[in-house]
C-alpha cells in the first residue's frame, strides 16, 4: 500500500535532530542545516538521502519506484521514490537511512539500539536486521 507525504512527514518528526521546514514551497527535513528528505511539491516524489556509490544500482534496480536526482541535485547524494510505489516499511527504511546519514553516529547507534535494530542504521550495502 502507498504512503502519503503526511504519513512521511509524521514519522521523520519523530527522528532525533530532525526539524521540518518549508523552502520555496516544498517541504523538507532536515538535520542542522542538512536536508535528508524533502517533497516534490505536488507531493508525488520523496527525495531523500542516499550514497551516491549506491544510487544507480537502486534506480536500474527497480526504475518504476526510483529515479536519479535533477542534474542539479547530482552533486549531492541524493535519489527519488516515487510515493505511490513505495510501502511503509520501506518508506521507514528509506527514511531512517537517508536520516543515519547525517547524524552523528552516536545517535544514529543510540536511535538503533533503542529500535531493536541489529547492525548499522544506515548501511546501504546489507539490509538491517529488524528484532
Not at 547530482?74 to 511503509?88: C, F, G, K, Q
Amino acid at each position: 500500500m502507498a504512503v502519503t507525504v503526511d504519513e512521511v512527514r509524521a514519522f521523520a518528526a519523530t527522528l532525533p535532530r530532525s526539524s521540518e521546514a518549508l523552502v520555496r514551497g516544498r517541504v523538507k527535513f532536515r538535520v542542522g542545516r542538512i536536508v535528508f528528505l524533502s517533497f516534490s511539491k505536488d507531493g508525488t516524489l520523496m527525495g531523500f538521502g542516499f550514497p551516491k556509490d549506491w544510487r544507480i544500482a537502486l534506480v536500474e534496480s527497480e526504475p518504476e519506484k526510483f529515479s536519479m536526482p535533477s542534474e542539479s541535485d547530482m552533486r549531492y547524494s541524493w535519489v527519488h521514490a516515487r510515493l505511490a510505489e513505495i510501502d511503509r516499511d520501506e518508506m521507514r527504511d528509506l527514511v531512517e537511512n537517508a536520516w543515519a546519514l547525517c547524524v552523528p553516529k552516536r545517535v544514529a547507534d543510540e536511535y538503533a539500539a533503542a529500535q531493536g535494530y541489529h547492525g548499522p542504521v544506515a548501511s546501504c550495502s546489507a539490509p538491517r536486521n529488524r528484532g
